[in-house]
């Protein structure tokens, strides 16, 4: 049994400054998924399969595997406003408009190899890299004005040379905010840029710009000309020579100018797959168009504005809404169109005759000609499902069938369609009932809570039936490890009755189940009945109890630190929730919670540091909460409060 400690002193010190209050305890803590405040950024390295995501709230940057389970963090980065992996995928440039630096990162470790101070106003804010530099963009301090600067990882700074150089931004120097800049792997040695010019939308910016050589040259320049509304987003289209502004407008370049190539429905912002897939963001939403189409391949509810493809195009990441931040989610199979199958039965048929189920397959891309699918039907002589004949799709898709069932009960038709190279799969399936009687079956004390280890009984009534008068009850008990038990089984009684008795140490489901005849439908129910943990504490360390009113409590020194041992039943990976509260001024507030493991023998030791002030009432008890405490195998139960009183 450890021995864990939290301190006093620090909770009534959050206490008495009405800061928000918390119980610390040693220990790392963990967390399944990857969460952040604010993002800033988001880069997937495919050779590690780590996706790259910046924390401007918490001032970090994390890394995650492509499940969006967090790997590695690193903090410390001052305001972080974006990320850039290098060309050989070895180093991971953060932007820093707090510090006013391009940090540089180990990719693979996350270890800071470099920080590039960079005098500017605002920024460096955008950061991309190309031509073998990591280029930003910035305020100049001097004019108020957005430019671009590039930092030369291949220059020593001890050498006298400045990695970082300023005010590269060709042939223009009036726009009017830190511009956007993207890069392809398709195109090396260009830059996209984009930038909004808010008291003037007619100059707002895009350009092209060949940054391969010593100094940038203009690919392609607009700005001036007629309002791009605001570029919030611009993105190299891989493989053609255009851009993609705010998710939605192409324009193509040549010969130092832009062209009008298209566009996707309206959208906010997008990133491009080094196959051309377009992921765009719309509403509350990612939709997937293939270059140049109007129609989506297919469409995930997720909101997000921050998302980025793994180069192999298998996945995309996004940044969706969650409570108190953003969730990195998955989105997968973006290539696939997702069809719509339909399966149309009769709500009900009488047994042995005829009836028909009709339904379509569709899709927003073309299916196959020819497309097939299996049908299965499933009823009482077939629990497992009987293959019926396939089918094949009309021209439209809709479809067609007869089928005779001769068992009555719940039918069941499914129908399937295993997919193709363009397609998921998809099925669907509709019920029939077909000419059986319910009959009336109960099962009582559903929603009750025990003591840990009572003996209770469950009687299951069984009303009018065909011939069949056999009833099973079983018992599950919460948790993987105990299987489903059959209690008893056997006839009613004359009242249509039966008993069985469980014996309740953890939350359990208790079903009764009837299997039918041949003019009589199967029934299940269940009640689920939930106990209690023992749970008790005990105190040590104090010189005496007393009572402080009509209360007692343990007395200690204010130099002592009390040792509060909980017992509580024991279950593989179970904690106890330790709550913390501290009397002032007639009331008692809360200190926190923290969560200490319950050992093998049921122990959980917490030395609770000493307030080292005389006078401070404090009081705990102990918790399993059901779920947070580790596993959800029995009811939440609260122990006593332990009254603490600290003297000189």
Do not use: C
Request: charged share 20%.
């Amino acid at each position: 049994m450890r021995t864990r400690s939290i301190s006093t002193a620090t909770a009534l010190a959050v206490l008495f400054s009405s800061a928000a209050l918390s119980v610390v305890a040693a220990g790392p803590a963990s967390a399944a998924t990857t969460t952040v405040g604010s993002p800033a950024g988001i880069v997937v390295d495919g050779a590690r399969q780590r996706v790259f995501v910046g924390d401007d709230t918490h001032d970090r940057i994390i890394a995650a595997d492509y499940n969006g389970n967090l790997v590695d963090s690193v903090s410390g980065i001052d305001g972080i406003f974006d990320l850039a992996l290098s060309d050989d995928g070895t180093t991971l440039y953060a932007a820093a408009r707090g510090s006013h630096e391009i940090v540089a990162l180990d990719a693979a470790t996350l270890d800071i190899k470099a920080r590039y101070p960079v005098a500017t106003g605002i920024g460096p804010l955008y950061v991309e890299f190309a031509g073998g530099k990591a280029w930003f963009t910035y305020e100049d301090q001097s004019d108020g004005h957005g430019n671009l600067g590039s930092v030369d990882p291949a220059v020593d700074p001890a050498g006298g040379t400045d990695p970082v150089t300023l005010g590269q931004l060709p042939g223009d120097s009036g726009v009017g905010s830190p511009a956007l800049l993207d890069t392809d792997p398709s195109a090396p040695g260009l830059l996209a840029v984009g930038a909004t010019d808010f008291f003037d939308p007619a100059k707002d910016l895009m350009a092209v710009v060949d940054v391969s050589g010593a100094t940038p040259q203009v690919t392609a320049w607009h700005n001036g000309d007629y309002s791009l509304n605001y570029v919030s987003d611009i993105d190299l289209v891989p493989g053609a020579p255009e851009v993609l502004v705010d998710g939605t407008d192409r324009h193509a370049y040549a010969d130092g100018k832009f062209t009008a190539a298209g566009a996707y429905p309206a959208g906010h912002r997008a990133d491009i797959a080094p196959n051309g897939l377009v992921a765009q963001i719309a509403d509350a939403s990612v939709a997937v168009y293939r270059p140049g189409a109007t129609k989506p391949i297919r469409t995930y509810a997720a909101d997000t504005s921050v998302l980025a493809w793994a180069p192999d195009a298998s996945q995309i990441f996004a940044l969706v809404t969650s409570p108190g931040g953003y969730t990195l989610k998955a989105l997968t199979d973006p290539a696939l169109n997702v069809p719509t199958l339909t399966v149309n039965a009769p709500a009900t048929a009488p047994r042995a005759k005829a009836l028909t189920v009709t339904g379509k397959l569709s899709a927003s891309e073309p299916l196959p000609a020819g497309a097939r699918l299996a049908v299965t039907r499933t009823d009482l002589e077939s629990p497992s499902g009987k293959a019926l004949p396939a089918l094949t799709v009309k021209a439209d898709g809709s479809y067609t069938f007869t089928d005779t069932p001769q068992a009555g009960g719940t039918v069941t038709y499914k129908v399937a369609y295993a997919g193709d190279a363009g397609h998921t799969a998809v099925s669907a399936y509709d019920k029939v009932v077909v000419s059986l009687t319910k009959p009336t079956l109960t099962l009582n004390k559903n929603g009750n809570v025990y003591n840990y280890g009572a003996d209770v009984s469950f009687t299951a009534h069984l009303g009018s039936t065909y011939k069949n008068r056999t009833v099973e009850i079983w018992a599950n008990p919460f948790g993987g490890d105990k299987p489903n038990k059959l209690l008893k089984t056997g006839k009613v009684n004359s009242s249509g009755n039966i008993s069985a008795t469980v014996d309740m140490t953890r939350d359990t489901d208790v079903t009764a189940v009837f299997k039918g005849d041949t003019r009589t439908a199967p029934r299940t129910v269940k009640s689920t009945a939930y106990a209690r943990v023992k749970v008790s504490t005990a105190v040590s360390k104090h010189y005496k109890t007393a009572k402080i009113g009509s209360t007692s409590y343990y007395w200690f020194h204010k130099s002592t630190d009390p040792l509060l041992t909980t017992t509580m039943t024991y279950y593989k990976g179970r904690k106890q929730r330790f709550d913390l509260q501290v009397y002032s001024g007639g009331k008692w507030y809360s200190a926190g919670s923290e969560y200490f493991p319950i050992g093998t023998d049921g122990k959980s030791a917490v030395r609770l540091e000493a307030p080292g002030q005389s006078g401070i009432r404090a009081r705990m008890r102990s918790v399993y909460v059901n779920g947070s405490s580790g596993d959800t195998v029995n009811t939440t139960t609260y122990g006593s409060w332990k009254y603490l009183y600290f003297s000189k």
